[in-house]
Nanobody, 124 residues
Framework: QVQLVESGGGLVQAGGSLRLSCATS????????MGWFRQAPGKEREFVAA????????VYADSVKDRFTISRDNAKNTVYLQMNSLKAEDTAVYLC?????????????????WGQGRQVTVSS
């Protein structure tokens, strides 16, 4: 079992920045690929970014590329999502997820463990 607890997020004006953190426990963190997804009301869960266990592979959704940065600190068992130049359409609940094997980083079905989610609201 892997437990994930997100923190950060909140309310920000358009153009501002926020950072999300996801602390994990339970298994060897570096064995897991980590992803961030988001879900807005009435919409399907959407891939945001993912990072491999070693940090060598990073993937972003086109909608956040060049604005968001995913990173991880394996010594702290934590993955981060730095969000800059936020837009109103980034408003959603953001969830982190862990996967021991991920043929497709952007497919939420490959992730076995999920955090509870953090609200990010961007006012225009």
């Amino acid at each position: 079992q892997v437990q994930l607890v997100e923190s950060g997020g909140g309310l920000v004006q358009a153009g501002g920045s926020l950072r999300l953190s996801c602390a994990t426990s339970g298994r060897t963190f570096s064995n897991y690929n980590m992803g961030w997804f988001r879900q807005a009301p009435g919409k399907e869960r959407e891939f945001v970014a993912a990072i491999s266990g070693s940090g060598e592979i990073i993937v972003y959704a086109d909608s956040v590329k060049d604005r968001f940065t995913i990173s991880r600190d394996n010594a702290k068992n934590t993955v981060y999502l730095q969000m800059n130049s936020l837009k109103a359409e980034d408003t959603a609940v953001y969830l982190c997820a862990a996967s021991p094997r991920t043929p497709s980083f952007s497919d939420h079905r490959w992730y076995d463990y999920w955090g509870q989610g953090r609200q990010v609201t961007v006012s225009s």
